[in-house]
């Protein structure tokens, strides 16, 4: 059987590099977008949720009511009720510490990923992850 082989290119401190990976583990690659889980007790009032439907695709927009919250935005995009495009944009931030991230997930394409650290008293860093799917 043929499977999907992960083309990386990970860009961090103006250093670049690709690796290509024949037996992804998805759980692992994607970990980032599955910690933008927003179905948790208690959040039902912390996001505002704007649908768009055309055609046969639906747009969910899920926009954060509470600056505490992690996830700033989500946007899901269905075609005939399949998930095609996840896209999410993160904030953690307090007195020593801000991270940013935008995270992206195209189905049977591939992903990417694009942060901002800073440190209070270090330098900031920002990173880039690209990943394709490849199939044989």
């Given amino acids: ?11 961090n401190k103006g250093k670049e590099e690709t690796k290509v990976i024949s037996h992804p583990d998805w759980s692992k690659e994607l970990q980032a ?3 933008c889980d927003l179905n948790r007790p208690g959040w039902s009032n912390s996001y505002k949720t704007d649908s768009i439907h055309r ?3 639906l747009t969910i927009r899920y926009t954060a009511m509470e600056p505490k919250l992690r996830v700033r935005k989500l946007e899901i995009i269905q075609l005939n009720g399949d998930v095609q495009e996840v896209k999410a944009e ?7 510490f801000t991270a940013r991230q935008q995270l992206y997930f195209s189905s049977g394409k591939g992903y990417g990923i694009r942060g901002f650290q800073k440190v209070v008293l270090a330098d900031s860093v920002s990173y880039t992850i690209t990943a394709s799917i490849n199939r044989p």
């Fill in 1 to 11: 059987s043929q499977h999907a082989v992960l083309k990386k290119t990970v860009t």
């Fill in 55 to 57: 055609d046969s695709t």
């Fill in 33 to 35: 977008l599955k910690e």
């Fill in 90 to 96: 993160c904030l953690q931030a307090n007195t020593w």
